[in-house]
């Protein structure tokens, strides 16, 4: 059974186009959603959360689209630096669970 | 002033060997966490605990014990090591305050513990 579904890519994108992916989750219940992106050989770190009315934070807007269980990452004008694997990540009802992770998009941007 | 620590980074031993990986955070968080992170990059939720209580235990071997001396401390042990226990262990913490207020449910990493057994 798989809760988080993402396309692993990778995706290789050319430095300052717009890139997007997305993921769908299982699980009904996930009340908050977010975007992790984890650099080679370090830990995951929040990128962004996601919201139903969705959010930008510079260059990255994240949508989600509860109905179809769907979350999206878009990134405008991509930089070498953005080179990374992105995970989508639900988190389940009841404050202390433990995230759900997708296996994670892979990214390259290059010059 | 690193918010999550853990120690050792680097891990080789031998199969059948016991071992410990600490981990510490100074973010006064209430809830820590353990994941696991395989060979193919997939990172699964092994244990949480909340203000030293286990929350969560997720179908994980009983070779495998956290232990939570105060809030701050959640340390791994593992017994009986065998050869697929190799992985990158990753610690995390949260504040946890509540469904939907997904500000408090951050999960902040450590650095991870690489983990080869032989």
């Known amino acids: 059974r798989k809760e988080v579904e993402q396309d692993p890519g990778p995706f290789n994108v050319p430095e300052g186009a717009t890139v997007a992916f997305n993921c769908t989750y299982s699980n009904s219940a996930s009340q908050s959603f977010f975007w992790y992106r984890q650099d080679c050989r370090k830990e995951p770190k929040l990128l962004m959360s996601v919201y139903s009315s969705g959010n930008e934070d510079g260059r990255f807007t994240a949508q989600l689209n509860r109905a179809s269980q769907y979350i999206s990452l878009l990134i405008r004008d991509s930089k070498l630096s953005d080179s990374a694997t992105y995970l989508c990540?639900?988190?389940?009802?009841?404050?202390?669970?433990?995230?759900?992770f997708g296996k994670g998009t892979h990214l390259i941007i290059q010059p | 002033d690193t918010a999550v620590s853990q120690t050792p980074k680097y891990l080789v031993t031998q199969m059948g060997n016991d071992k410990s990986i600490k981990c510490e955070q100074n973010?006064?968080?209430?809830?820590m966490y353990w994941y696991k992170q395989d060979s193919k990059k997939f990172l699964k939720i092994m244990f949480s605990?909340?203000?030293?209580?286990l929350i969560i235990n997720e179908t994980v071997p009983n070779r495998f014990s956290p232990k939570s001396p105060d809030k701050a401390h959640l340390n791994l042990h593992i017994n009986s090591l065998e050869l697929g226990d190799s992985a990158v262990y990753f610690c995390?913490?949260?504040?946890?305050w509540g469904v939907g207020r997904s500000s408090y449910n951050e999960q902040f990493f450590g650095p991870g513990t690489r983990l080869t057994v032989l």
């Open positions: 605990y909340n203000n030293k209580e």
């Open positions: 990540v639900t988190l389940g009802g009841g404050g202390a669970d433990g995230l759900t």
């Open positions: 973010l006064g968080h209430d809830t």
């Open positions: 995390a913490s949260s504040q946890v």
